[in-house]
C-alpha cells in the first residue's frame, strides 16, 4: 500500500504563483510515477502532470509552459504560474508503479478573477 498526503490547497489570485506538494509513504517500488489529476466542478478528472522516477515529465497541453512538476525522492511538487480561473478545483495526486494506481484524498485550489 502507498499512502499520499497533499498540501498546499487554497485560496489564489489569478495570476499569482502558487505551489503543492504531495508525499508518499509506505511501500514504494524503485521505479514509479507521480503526478497530479485534477477535477473542476460539473468536469471529469482530468491529467495535469507526471514526473518519473528517472526524471521523465509530462504536461496537459493546458498547463504546459504555466505549471511545473519536480519530485524529491518520494515527494512531488507542483508549481503553478499564470493561474487562472479555469485552473480552479480538486487537485489529487497519484502514485503509479507496477501498474497500481493509488490516490490522495485532494487538495481544493481556488483561483480568484
Known amino acids: 500500500q502507498v499512502q499520499l498526503v497533499e498540501s498546499g490547497g487554497g485560496l489564489v489570485q489569478a495570476g499569482d504563483p502558487h505551489r503543492l506538494s504531495c508525499t508518499a509513504s509506505?511501500?514504494?517500488?524503485?521505479?514509479?510515477?507521480m503526478g497530479w489529476y485534477r477535477q473542476a466542478p460539473g468536469n471529469q478528472r482530468e491529467f495535469v502532470a507526471s514526473?518519473?522516477?528517472?526524471?521523465t515529465t509530462k504536461y496537459a497541453d493546458s498547463v504546459a509552459g504555466r505549471f511545473i512538476i519536480t519530485r524529491a525522492n518520494d515527494v512531488v511538487y507542483l508549481g503553478m504560474n499564470t493561474l487562472n480561473p479555469e485552473d480552479t478545483g480538486v487537485y489529487y495526486c497519484?502514485?503509479?508503479?507496477?501498474?497500481?494506481?493509488?490516490w490522495g484524498k485532494g487538495t481544493l485550489v481556488t483561483v480568484s478573477s
Open positions: 514526473v518519473s522516477t528517472d526524471s
Open positions: 509506505g511501500k514504494i517500488f524503485v521505479f514509479n510515477t
Open positions: 497519484f502514485f503509479n508503479a507496477q501498474d497500481q494506481n493509488y
